[in-house]
């Protein structure tokens, strides 16, 4: 006979995740029903706290992300109550969630917010790292003291920072595009920035603002492995501050790049030695290639027949959404990226289910000028807009949309630069019919706007040009430009006299 299970708590708000989203959406909802609890079920110890929130324009937003024990979370907000546990289970039919720990928790409401996790290139070798959260980041850093040569793997915002803080250690950067940083940036941007990765670094570090990653009173060693291997939740833009990245050998930057190609097989050193494959030394003079004489823990050999030997290798090829958990015993809609298809609301197909952030993929009708990214920004706008539909559905109210996803907007830091994204600021989905202007001062601005019939669709804004709020109202509003041509971006001319 099976033991009898713990009694199941009454109907309550239950949000999944302890990151930004999760912890948003608890908060938000702690906030509109001060007297029901909220529960907030997590697998990490720490959550994510938005804090230091500055609304910079309508809709450009920064702030800081802060990793915080969960008692903290707890004190500031008295009706929310942690439970630190992964989930096993969700019965949807019966409105329950199975925790790990073996406790049952009856639902009105819930949402899920459970993040993603990387993609590694290949599961199980101790030689491939994903970087996603502050565990990964102190083992990359942990396992860079003792690398002469590593090997990055992807091309997202993640890869271009590492890159760019790596130093002492050569990096084999490989890249399936034909130009760095292609999900944040076209081939010109990408240039003006990787003019800084030649340049040697200002040693002076510009003091960052944004992240503290602290698991403070928390002994790793006391985490049991089962532990170790939960997901912890996404890294931000500053992810390695704090963390010193230097490898052994003492020089700045030695970066070559290899472009347009992939992993196609990573060979241990016993089964390279038995094949008896050759590996390339690091490409110093692009016109002699040596063969390499000295042996490595793993080599990586390329879809451009290429193969190079090195300490460990760094997978930065995205996320994939960590549905997994939930998907057993329930029919929900997923989208194309595997996430789980919410509508306007942020409801998924299951009833009262909602969903939001990293976990979900974006599936009403968008905004022709917003795009889902799984960013941080993003993670807290639909938290935050999740609970507000959660809230308004259990009291009968309708809400509108929110007004964050009429246009994406981005705000971030690459190499010491500032930079602004709004729109379709890669012409995403425009096809052809589009034109580009520019305008760039080396070391110092780069703008890029793109337009189409006469209206302007998305801008990229690297430095500090000032002229994100001018472009987001031009964007929003739709308005006809084709007037101005080139003047749009005449340096001499102030824009913002003409559009106030």
């Given at each position: 006979?099976?033991?009898?299970?713990?009694?199941a708590?009454?109907?309550?708000?239950v949000?999944?995740?302890?990151g930004?989203a999760g912890?948003?959406c608890?908060?938000q909802?702690?906030t509109?029903?001060?007297?029901e609890d909220?529960?907030?079920?997590t697998?990490s110890?720490v959550?994510?706290?938005?804090t230091?929130f500055?609304?910079?324009?309508?809709i450009?937003?920064?702030?800081?992300?802060?990793?915080?024990?969960?008692t903290m979370?707890?004190k500031r907000?008295?009706?929310i109550?942690?439970?630190?546990?992964?989930?096993k289970?969700?019965k949807?039919?019966?409105?329950?969630i199975?925790?790990e720990d073996g406790?049952?928790?009856?639902?009105?409401?819930?949402c899920?917010c459970a993040?993603a996790?990387p993609k590694?290139?290949c599961?199980?070798?101790p030689?491939?790292?994903?970087?996603?959260?502050?565990?990964?980041?102190?083992?990359?850093?942990?396992q860079?003291t003792?690398?002469?040569?590593?090997?990055?793997?992807?091309n997202?915002?993640?890869?271009?920072?590492?890159?760019?803080?790596?130093e002492g250690?050569?990096?084999?950067?490989?890249i399936k595009?034909?130009?760095i940083?292609?999900t944040?940036?076209?081939?010109g941007a990408?240039?003006?920035?990787?003019?800084?990765?030649?340049?040697?670094?200002?040693?002076?570090k510009i003091a960052?603002k944004?992240?503290?990653?602290?698991?403070?009173?928390?002994?790793k060693?006391?985490?049991?492995?089962?532990?170790?291997?939960?997901?912890?939740s996404a890294?931000?833009?500053?992810?390695?501050?704090g963390?010193?990245?230097?490898?052994?050998?003492e020089f700045?930057?030695?970066?070559?790049l290899?472009?347009?190609?992939?992993?196609?097989?990573i060979y241990?050193?016993?089964?390279?030695?038995?094949?008896?494959k050759?590996?390339?030394t690091?490409?110093?003079?692009?016109?002699s290639?040596?063969?390499?004489?000295?042996?490595?823990?793993?080599y990586?050999?390329?879809?451009n027949e290429?193969?190079y030997?090195c300490d460990?290798?760094v997978s930065?090829?995205?996320?994939?959404?960590?549905v997994e958990?939930?998907?057993?015993g329930?029919?929900f809609?997923?989208?194309?990226?595997?996430g789980?298809k919410v509508?306007?609301h942020?409801?998924?197909?299951?009833p009262?289910?909602?969903a939001?952030?990293d976990?979900?993929t974006?599936?009403?009708?968008l905004?022709?000028?917003w795009q889902?990214m799984r960013?941080?920004?993003?993670?807290?706008?639909?938290?935050?807009y999740?609970?507000k539909?959660?809230?308004?559905a259990?009291l009968g109210d309708?809400?509108d949309?929110?007004?964050?996803?009429?246009?994406?907007?981005?705000?971030t830091?690459f190499?010491?630069?500032?930079?602004?994204?709004l729109?379709?600021?890669n012409a995403q989905?425009?096809?052809?019919?589009h034109?580009l202007m520019l305008r760039c001062?080396?070391?110092?601005?780069?703008?890029k706007?793109?337009?189409?019939?006469?209206?302007m669709?998305?801008a990229?804004l690297?430095?500090?040009t000032?002229l994100?709020e001018t472009?987001?109202n031009?964007?929003?509003?739709?308005?006809?430009?084709?007037?101005?041509?080139e003047?749009?971006?005449d340096?001499?001319?102030?824009?913002?006299?003409?559009?106030d």
């Open positions: 006979m099976e033991a009898a299970r713990p009694p708590t009454a109907g309550k708000f949000v999944v995740g302890g930004i912890v948003t608890a908060e909802l702690a509109q029903f001060p007297s909220i529960l907030l079920i697998a110890p959550i994510k706290a938005v230091n500055k609304q910079i324009s309508k450009l937003e920064e702030f800081d992300v802060e990793e915080q024990s969960s979370l707890e907000f008295p009706n109550k942690v439970i630190e546990s992964g989930v289970q969700l949807s039919e019966e409105h329950c199975v925790t406790n049952q928790h009856v639902y009105k409401k819930l899920l993040g996790k590694l290139i599961e199980g070798n030689y491939v790292l994903g970087i996603r959260d502050t565990d990964s980041a102190q083992e990359f850093q942990k860079l003792k690398a002469k040569r590593i090997m990055i793997i992807g997202g915002g993640i890869a271009l920072e590492l890159v760019y803080e790596i250690c050569e990096v084999i950067w490989a595009d034909k130009a940083g292609n944040f940036f076209d081939a990408a240039e003006f920035l990787t003019s800084k990765l030649i340049a040697e670094k200002p040693e002076a960052q944004r992240t503290r990653y602290t698991t403070e009173g928390r002994k060693e006391a985490r049991s492995k089962s532990k170790a291997d939960n997901v912890g890294l931000g833009p500053d992810w390695h501050e963390l010193n990245l230097k490898g052994t050998k700045s930057h030695k970066i070559h290899e472009t347009m190609c992939e992993v196609k097989k241990l050193q016993d089964e390279f030695r038995i094949l008896k050759k590996s390339f690091f490409p110093r003079d692009p016109k290639v040596t063969t390499d004489t000295e042996m490595w823990p793993v990586v050999e390329l879809t290429k193969i030997g460990f290798i930065a090829t995205g996320v994939t959404p960590n958990p939930f998907l057993h329930n029919s809609n997923l989208g194309e990226d595997g789980l509508d306007d942020m409801h998924t197909s299951l009262d289910v909602y939001a952030g976990i979900c974006a599936s009403w009708q905004s022709p000028v889902q960013l941080w920004t993003q993670a807290r706008q639909m938290g935050w999740a609970a539909c959660m809230a308004a259990s309708s809400t949309m929110d007004f964050s996803f009429e246009l994406f907007a981005h705000v830091k190499f010491n630069y500032k930079v602004v994204l729109g379709k600021y989905g425009l096809g052809s019919d034109e001062t080396k070391g110092q601005e780069y703008i706007v793109v337009m189409q019939n006469g209206r669709m998305g990229v690297i430095g500090e000032d994100e472009f987001e031009l964007i929003l509003n739709q308005m006809n430009l084709s007037s101005y041509g003047d749009l971006l340096p001499n001319i102030d824009i913002e006299d003409y559009f």
